[in-house]
């Protein structure tokens, strides 16, 4: 006969394996009956099995999801209009989509494409399976000293990438701070949820081992202090990387017990543009702990 622990391993997977299909079948059959099945769990009880693991009903889980894939079109940089997000949604007309969408995050949704506030997304989107997994996966680590080359962005959030590219230049012309070699590293040094866009700045750095040659390129030093960090890990497009940020803040510090330390988060990119696509990217993200 399993063991407590073994059916409860088993219970989840069931459950897992439903939230994955979930994700890959937004645009499917995403019924009580479909569902049930890849659970193999019986239709009768699957409403009730699934509230009490997820914390949410199937039907909202899965307007919740519908709705989230419908947010990251709207503020991606293709051409997505309502229309197609209400229908790329499941719904029948962009009214009954922008009411759903203003009534769960708080905005229409002509508003949060033109200015998205993921901040404000990941207040209302509280999912317990999804803050519990979240949970599961913070570490905690002894980020080592490290010292880096550095480059200032100075101006609104979508014009990041220029200077990452202005950064890329500098690392090829002076050969410091190999890319294959030394890590990749990002600062934001304000809110770009919450701060005038020509008021943000951002620090795009390079792992190096020498001091940085005089150069025209704005390049200087700078040292990523050691000590106590939380980690977490982003997957996907750093556009969206609000959706894992505001969860740390959220739920896990208020139950952790740890203090924050008087420096800014920070990212270390895991992935390169264009090697690997952004839907694919790996950033770990670390908040500096007392």
Known sequence: MPS??????AYAKRFDAVLTYIDVNLEGDLSVDALSRVANFSKFHFHRQFAAY??????????????RRAARRLASREPCSVLDAALDAGFDSPESFSRAFKRSFGMAPSSFRQQPKWHVWSATFVVPYLSRKLT?????????????????????????????????????????????SSRTFGIPRSNPDTTPGDEFRFDICGEIDEPVAPNVYGVRELVIPGGRCAVVRHSGSTDHIGETIYPIYRDWLPASGEELRDHPLFFHYLSV??????????????????
């Open 54 to 67: 997820v914390g949410v009903p199937v039907s909202r889980y899965v307007q919740l999801m519908r709705l």
């Open 136 to 180: 599961m996966q913070v570490r905690t680590v002894d980020f080592s000293e490290t010292f880096d080359a550095a480059l200032e962005h100075c101006g609104p959030i979508g014009l990041v990438n220029e200077s990452v590219r202005k950064f890329i230049d500098w690392r090829m012309q002076s050969g410091q701070s190999p890319l294959p």
């Open 273 to 290: 543009f264009p090697d690997t696509p952004q839907d694919q990217w790996q950033t770990d993200i670390y908040i500096p702990l007392t």
């Open 4 to 9: 407590h622990a073994d059916a409860t391993t």
